[in-house]
């Protein structure tokens, strides 16, 4: 069982900037494909970014060249800078590891973003 803990979330206003971290328990960690996943209030929860790893890297459109995502492996950390935010970008932020099928969330933490 993998255990994923997020921190970092807030209120912040349009345009601001947060950085979240998760923190997982996994010694295969460095092995795992990590995400952000957010989920707004009445909507389903949605893909934000991915990384591989590899260190490859996948964004929504929506927060292209405005969010970034980054590992270290070392740490078995996972963390997602963003940056301009809007308030289409409020919701509660779930850290995911996957790993041949296997999926493991954390509890999610809020992020509010003021217009």
């Known amino acids: 069982q993998v255990q994923l803990v997020e921190s970092g979330g807030g209120l912040v206003q349009t345009g601001g900037s947060l950085t979240l971290s998760c923190a997982a328990s996994?010694?295969?960690?460095?092995?795992?494909?990590m995400g952000w996943y957010r989920q707004a209030p009445g909507k389903a929860r949605e893909s934000v970014a991915t990384?591989?790893?590899?260190?490859?890297?996948n964004y929504r459109d929506s927060v292209k060249g405005r969010f970034t995502i980054s590992r270290d492996n070392a740490k078995k950390m996972v963390y997602l800078q963003m940056n301009s935010l809007k308030p289409e970008d409020t919701g509660v932020y779930y850290c995911?590891?996957?790993?041949?099928?296997?999926?493991?969330w954390g509890q999610g933490t809020q992020v509010t973003v003021s217009s």
């Open positions: 996994t010694s295969m960690f460095s092995i795992y494909t």
């Open positions: 990384i591989t790893g590899n260190f490859i890297t």
């Open positions: 995911q590891g996957s790993l041949i099928g296997a999926n493991y």
